[in-house]
Structures are given as structure tokens and as C-alpha cells.
């Protein structure tokens, strides 16, 4: 009996017991109190008779308890008073075992040096492949497909020439063997098949013509006929393609596409009209002969203003 009653003492003393006082004290039962935090009635029982026990205090029990003792009305110090008791003590590290700073400065250095010599062998290889790859192309061997093929540039006389140029020679070479015009027949026809067999390469870039150094400018676009019919012009030089749309005011398209690098446009009306250039950082305007600037109504490269009549002149406005 006096064992019983002291270990109840105990339970009082402790946080358990105050919580239980507590509960008591509002007229709580423990399943009532189970209900409302939405907690096991098992967890709620064991809290209060301070037997951790079964419950992983290091990640639930601390919430338990701060739960519990906040819906009671207890004081959360008295909580982490209790947690700080219950905590397992941590184990001392021990040290097995020691390096020493020279070593360890060598292990460094040596695992430095794997990795330069891995990035090294990975990497070098693949730049001079690159670097040779490049340099082993020859512009001269290449040849546009509009021009004459090298080896027939190049090429001495042909077969036929050839024979023909050494039977001419016979005579001259039984006149005077000493002579430096008369020249040993196989060596030219070596010559010429060695010209014969020369590869040739095609290529789609768009290379001059290697055979005409004075290659002819390309022509100016000639401008088109104007669009529509008034008094007052509005012309469209396009450097780049640009996509563009001059509308009139009863809703007819003077201009509707994407026009080619190069164009000149212009359209005529008596009528205001609105006009979308895309692509129009390389887009020049001109209305009624007055250069027009359009950077106060250009923006995300597409320019977008209507031309205006007023008193008889056309002058341009924003949308």
C-alpha cells in the first residue's frame, strides 16, 4: 500500500499527473478529450501515467504533449521541461583512427590532379579532331555547280591533243635531240589523267564564281506598278521581308502578304488608309514624296499607323 500510494504521488508530481489534474478538474474523460485533439486514447492514457514507452518521442511525442497541455489549459513551459528530461542523451564521438596533414594534403592533390588529367583526355582529342576538320578543307577545290568543273580548267590538251602535239614533235626531236621545246610524251599524259582524276566537291554555300573575278553586281529590284488610284502615294521601300497590310477606310485590302527583301511598293488613294509593316527595322516610307519616320509608331519591330486627310494633305497618325 505504501508502495502503491507513493508511486501515485509521483504521477501527481509529474506532468502527467498535472494533466490528469487538469482534465479532472474540467470534468473531462479521456475519450472525450481523445476526440477533440483526434489523438489514440491509448497515447492520451499513457501520457498521463508518464509511460513513453511504444510512442517515437523524438518525432510525435513533443506534439502529444504540446497538444494535450494546450487544450488543458497548462502551462507549454512545463512541456518542454518534461522533453528536456526524457531526452536520450547523445553519444560521445570517438575517434578511430587519424591522418596525417601531409597525407591528407596528397590524397587532395592526388584526386586534383585524376580529374585534369580525365578532363584532358576527354577534351583535347576532341578539339584538335575539330581544329584539323576545319582545317583540312581547301575553299579552292570548291566549286559552285553553275561554274565550269576545275579539272577541266586546269586540265592540259587531252588525249587526243596530246598524241597529236607528239606526233607534231617527232620530227623536231629526230632534227635536233638537244632541243628544250621537245618535251617526253608520258610525262604529259601523266599530267593530263592526274588532272582527269581530280575529285571534285559541290557545295550549296553560295561561293563567287571562282572563274570570273569580275563577277557582275546583282540588278536593283525594279519597282512595281502602284496600288490603287488618288492623289496622294505612299511608298514602301522593304530591305529585309517584311509581311505588310495597307487597308483602305471601306475595308479593301490594297496590300495583304509578305513581301520580299528588296521590294518597292506604292500605293495611291484619295481615302485614309492603315498600314502593319512587320520585320520593320529595315522598312523605309515615303508619303507624297516627304520621308516618313517610323519609330514613334514601331514597337516589337512591327509598325502599325494610319494616313490621315486634313485640309487636302495626307499626314500620318498613331492607332
Same mark, same amino acid.
Given at each position: 500500500?505504501?508502495?502503491?500510494?507513493?508511486?501515485?504521488?509521483?504521477?501527481?508530481?509529474?506532468?502527467?499527473?498535472?494533466?490528469?489534474?487538469?482534465?479532472?478538474?474540467?470534468?473531462?474523460?479521456?475519450?472525450?478529450?481523445?476526440?477533440?485533439?483526434?489523438?489514440?486514447?491509448?497515447?492520451?492514457?499513457?501520457?498521463?501515467?508518464?509511460?513513453?514507452?511504444?510512442?517515437?518521442?523524438?518525432?510525435?511525442?513533443?506534439?502529444?504533449?504540446?497538444?494535450?497541455?494546450?487544450?488543458?489549459?497548462?502551462?507549454?513551459?512545463?512541456?518542454?521541461?518534461?522533453?528536456?528530461?526524457?531526452?536520450?542523451?547523445?553519444?560521445?564521438?570517438?575517434?578511430?583512427?587519424?591522418?596525417?596533414?601531409?597525407?591528407?594534403?596528397?590524397?587532395?592533390? @592526388?584526386? #586534383? %590532379?585524376?580529374?585534369?588529367?580525365?578532363?584532358? +583526355?576527354?577534351?583535347? =582529342?576532341?578539339?584538335? $579532331? *575539330?581544329?584539323?576538320?576545319?582545317?583540312?578543307?581547301?575553299?579552292?577545290?570548291?566549286?559552285?555547280?553553275?561554274?565550269?568543273?576545275?579539272?577541266?580548267?586546269?586540265?592540259?590538251?587531252?588525249?587526243?591533243?596530246?598524241?597529236?602535239?607528239?606526233?607534231?614533235?617527232?620530227?623536231?626531236?629526230?632534227?635536233?635531240?638537244?632541243?628544250?621545246?621537245?618535251?617526253?610524251?608520258?610525262?604529259?599524259?601523266? @599530267?593530263? #589523267? %592526274?588532272?582527269?582524276?581530280?575529285?571534285?566537291? +559541290?557545295?550549296?554555300? =553560295?561561293?563567287?564564281? $571562282? *572563274?570570273?573575278?569580275?563577277?557582275?553586281?546583282?540588278?536593283?529590284?525594279?519597282?512595281?506598278?502602284?496600288?490603287?488610284?488618288?492623289?496622294?502615294?505612299?511608298?514602301?521601300?522593304?530591305?529585309?521581308?517584311?509581311?505588310?497590310?495597307?487597308?483602305?477606310?471601306?475595308?479593301?485590302?490594297?496590300?495583304?502578304?509578305?513581301?520580299?527583301?528588296?521590294?518597292?511598293?506604292?500605293?495611291?488613294?484619295?481615302?485614309?488608309?492603315?498600314?502593319?509593316?512587320?520585320?520593320?527595322?529595315? +522598312?523605309?516610307?515615303?508619303?507624297?514624296?516627304?520621308?516618313?519616320?517610323?519609330?514613334?509608331?514601331?514597337?516589337?519591330?512591327?509598325?502599325?499607323?494610319?494616313?490621315?486627310?486634313?485640309?487636302?494633305?495626307?499626314?500620318?497618325?498613331?492607332?
Amino acid at each position: 500500500m505504501e508502495t502503491e500510494h507513493n508511486s501515485l504521488e509521483a504521477i501527481k508530481g509529474s506532468l502527467g499527473g498535472r494533466l490528469r489534474a487538469a482534465r479532472e478538474a474540467r470534468g473531462l474523460d479521456v475519450e472525450t478529450c481523445a476526440h477533440a485533439l483526434r489523438l489514440p486514447t491509448r497515447v492520451l492514457r499513457q501520457i498521463e501515467s508518464n509511460e513513453y514507452g511504444g510512442i517515437d518521442h523524438h518525432v510525435y511525442l513533443g506534439s502529444y504533449l504540446t497538444k494535450y497541455a494546450r487544450y488543458l489549459g497548462v502551462d507549454e513551459d512545463e512541456v518542454k521541461l518534461e522533453l528536456e528530461r526524457i531526452r536520450p542523451p547523445e553519444p560521445a564521438l570517438v575517434a578511430t583512427g587519424g591522418i596525417s596533414h601531409s597525407r591528407y594534403l596528397l590524397e587532395n592533390y @592526388a584526386r #586534383a %590532379a585524376t580529374y585534369v588529367v580525365l578532363t584532358a +583526355a576527354i577534351v583535347v =582529342p576532341t578539339i584538335w $579532331l *575539330g581544329v584539323r576538320g576545319t582545317l583540312d578543307r581547301d575553299v579552292s577545290h570548291l566549286s559552285p555547280l553553275d561554274a565550269a568543273p576545275v579539272a577541266q580548267l586546269d586540265a592540259p590538251a587531252s588525249g587526243a591533243s596530246a598524241a597529236s602535239s607528239t606526233l607534231a614533235s617527232a620530227p623536231n626531236a629526230q632534227e635536233g635531240a638537244s632541243s628544250p621545246a621537245a618535251t617526253p610524251a608520258p610525262q604529259s599524259a601523266q @599530267a593530263a #589523267a %592526274a588532272a582527269q582524276e581530280q575529285p571534285l566537291m +559541290a557545295s550549296m554555300t =553560295p561561293f563567287p564564281n $571562282l *572563274g570570273d573575278t569580275h563577277a557582275a553586281a546583282p540588278a536593283a529590284p525594279t519597282p512595281a506598278a502602284p496600288t490603287g488610284e488618288g492623289a496622294h502615294s505612299l511608298v514602301l521601300n522593304l530591305q529585309n521581308a517584311s509581311w505588310v497590310e495597307v487597308t483602305g477606310k471601306d475595308g479593301s485590302r490594297l496590300e495583304y502578304g509578305l513581301l520580299p527583301a528588296g521590294s518597292s511598293k506604292t500605293y495611291r488613294s484619295d481615302q485614309p488608309l492603315e498600314v502593319r509593316i512587320g520585320n520593320a527595322g529595315g +522598312a523605309q516610307v515615303t508619303l507624297d514624296g516627304q520621308p516618313m519616320p517610323l519609330d514613334s509608331y514601331r514597337r516589337s519591330n512591327v509598325a502599325h499607323f494610319r494616313i490621315e486627310l486634313r485640309d487636302g494633305k495626307a499626314a500620318p497618325a498613331g492607332t
